[in-house]
């Protein structure tokens, strides 16, 4: 398996404008997590998913964020209107009992 | 609330001296323990996990990890650390009936020759 792919791998975006952050998981784990790194507030859990279904949204900063997961194969994070707080690296990973496996990240900048 | 402290933000070691990055959990129950790495500009790599059983547990790259339950502690050990072990570590939690991961703030390992 190739492992978990996040694209894009760098986003410049300008205040305002919507940004959407892919991943596919691993074929077969159940659980896909969205994860948001930055200096100041290290690793956040924003939100996860169990078989496709959001199992815990506490995380997600505001309205601006939302995820889905339409099929066991695809993930999406989206932020609309993107500020340039949201500047960070997001990571998605996917986990089978519990062994989480991450992607190599989408580092976001938002001008 | 569960929480997950890595006391130290960075440490600096001598190469071929030993390591113990030291980790600490809040949570009412046992929960699944994790050791990752990440190297700059990467996702994070699986160290080793505690799930159950032998409080000692073995994983990649010469890792080990002791489970103290009366400590509430999971800390990381290398005898000898190589150059190339220079990274971040982050120590995970994974609570049961929900597999819901959080993470400490990390550790960023410096490795002196």
């Known amino acids: 398996d190739a492992g978990v792919i996040q694209s894009p791998r760098h986003e410049v975006t300008e205040m305002g404008q919507e940004v959407t952050l892919r991943c596919k998981p691993i074929?077969?784990?159940?659980?896909l997590f969205w994860y948001r790194q930055t200096m100041m507030r290290g690793l956040e859990l924003l939100i996860y998913f169990n078989n496709n279904v959001p199992i815990d949204d506490s995380g997600m900063p505001e309205d601006r964020f939302s995820a889905k997961m339409p099929n066991a194969s695809f993930s999406t994070l989206k932020i609309q209107p993107s500020e340039p707080r949201d500047s960070a690296v997001y990571f998605c990973a996917s986990s089978y009992q519990a062994e989480a496996f991450f992607g190599q990240g989408t580092r976001l900048t938002v001008v | 609330a569960q929480s997950v402290t890595q006391p130290d933000i960075h440490i600096t070691v001598s190469e071929g001296a030993s390591l113990e990055l030291r980790c600490n959990y809040s949570?009412?129950?046992?929960?699944?323990l994790f050791w990752y790495v990440q190297s700059p500009g990467q996702g994070l790599q699986l160290l080793l996990k505690y799930f159950s059983g032998d409080t000692l547990v073995q994983g990649i790259k010469g890792f080990e990890a002791e489970f103290k339950r009366s400590q509430s502690s999971f800390n990381l050990r290398k005898p000898s650390v190589h150059w190339s072990d220079a990274a971040e570590y982050f120590c995970?939690?994974?609570?049961?009936?929900?597999?819901?991961?959080?993470f400490g703030a990390g550790t960023r390992l410096f490795v002196k020759a």
């Open positions: 074929s077969g784990h159940d659980y």
């Open positions: 949570y009412g129950a046992t929960p699944y």
């Open positions: 995970a939690v994974a609570l049961t009936g929900g597999f819901k991961t959080i």
